[in-house]
């Protein structure tokens, strides 16, 4: 059984997940950015008794970061991303000035998702989708036992993620859910990287992108 904790940090609303199964969890693009946040995220974990083994990222923007550093060094653990993301990470000090916050470069381990690897939490799988056009190593997090999808900024209820920011391609953001997302089970519950969650389902009759 894998169980989904959402945290809507940071003045972006960006969504953090805690993802759990048994006492084993991830945490899934940390944005939280005040001392408060990050106090909540962490007795929410010790209140669960759980041991985070990895930190995994859809993608580096400045909102899904914001909390990277501090969860590294007190979890000690490392941190995937998809290549292409790794350009990204490293231009948040400057985009985070944009935006009024401080950004130190990140220390830490980080590992490559790479599109069609399977993670493992607690003997569930989730798979490594490639689903590039918000940024350039966008991914998503799929466990199809489940009938789950953490989609971070690619596809929200009725709407899409933006593609004005560095290295956004509207043409490839549609093909990714086209040819990514709306190829899953119908059922398939989209835990997105601002809003409400979703289905595969509902999106694909009624986003009006589509």
């Not at 909102?63 to 990277?68: E, I, S, T």
């Not at 490392?78 to 470069?105: C, N, Q, S």
């Not at 899409?160 to 391609?169: A, C, E, W």
């Amino acid at each position: 059984m894998v169980q989904i904790e959402q945290f809507p940090f940071n003045p972006f609303s960006e969504n953090t997940y805690v993802v759990y199964s048994g006492t084993l969890a991830w945490i899934v693009d940390p944005g939280n950015s005040t001392s408060s946040e990050t106090e909540s995220l962490f007795e929410f974990i010790s209140s669960k008794n759980l041991k985070i083994e990895a930190i995994l990222l859809t993608h580096a923007h400045i909102d899904h970061v914001l909390g990277l550093q501090a969860c590294v060094d007190f979890f000690q653990v490392p941190v995937y991303l998809h290549p292409l993301e790794r350009e990204i990470l490293e231009r948040t000090p400057l985009d985070a000035k944009r935006f009024g916050f401080e950004f130190a470069e990140f220390k830490g381990e980080l590992r490559d998702a790479e599109p069609g690897m399977l993670l493992s939490l607690n003997q569930q799988p989730f798979e490594v989708l490639h689903v590039p056009g918000h940024s350039p190593g966008h991914v998503a997090y799929l466990s199809t036992e489940h009938k789950v999808v953490l989609s971070g900024d690619v596809l929200f209820q009725g709407s899409i993620g933006r593609t004005d920011l560095y290295k956004g391609d509207s043409t490839s953001l549609l093909s990714s859910i086209s040819q990514k997302l709306f190829v899953l089970d119908p059922e398939t519950t989209v835990f997105c990287g601002h809003g409400a969650s979703t289905t595969i389902g509902f999106e694909k009759q009624y986003n009006p992108y589509f």
